[in-house]
């Protein structure tokens, strides 16, 4: 489904380490082409430390990737009630992530101009439940 270059994503989602482990991490952005450039929203967080690390990354069609912004909080997913991420990008390349109505990043990358080809979700670790998404042109 094609993506508009400025957009909103909403997303309701819970995650829990899987048994044996306290590694949570999963990705989910928007990508141009067969090569799957675009942007990624990292998420990882590691129980024992008490801390989630976001990353916003802009990747290239050769998979390289550049740390667009990124921040550490003591957030957390609850395995049970929905967590609500929000993802917006303007047409200026301003783009703010937040969850559960708390600011995490605001930043501006003017990398990409066209439109995104689609949407993608990856799960490195842990066990997630996307509860619901919904994904707008701005």
Do not use: C
Request: hydrophobic fraction near 40%.
């Amino acid at each position: 489904m094609a993506i508009s270059n400025a957009f909103s994503i909403t997303t309701a989602l819970t995650t829990r380490p899987l048994s044996g482990t306290d590694l949570t991490r999963f990705a989910l952005g928007v990508y141009q082409g067969k090569n799957g450039a675009g942007y990624r929203l990292v998420i990882a967080r590691r129980e024992a430390e008490n801390r989630s690390k976001l990353r916003l990354l802009r990747v290239n069609s050769r998979g390289g990737a550049f740390i667009v912004d990124g921040v550490e909080s003591d957030f957390r997913f609850d395995p049970e009630k929905p967590v609500r991420l929000i993802w917006t990008r303007a047409r200026s390349g301003k783009m703010h992530v937040s969850i559960d109505g708390k600011p995490m990043i605001r930043t501006v990358d003017r990398g990409f101009r066209d439109p995104f080809n689609g949407f993608l979700l990856r799960v490195g670790s842990g066990d997630l439940a996307l509860r619901r998404i919904r994904i707008d042109g701005v």
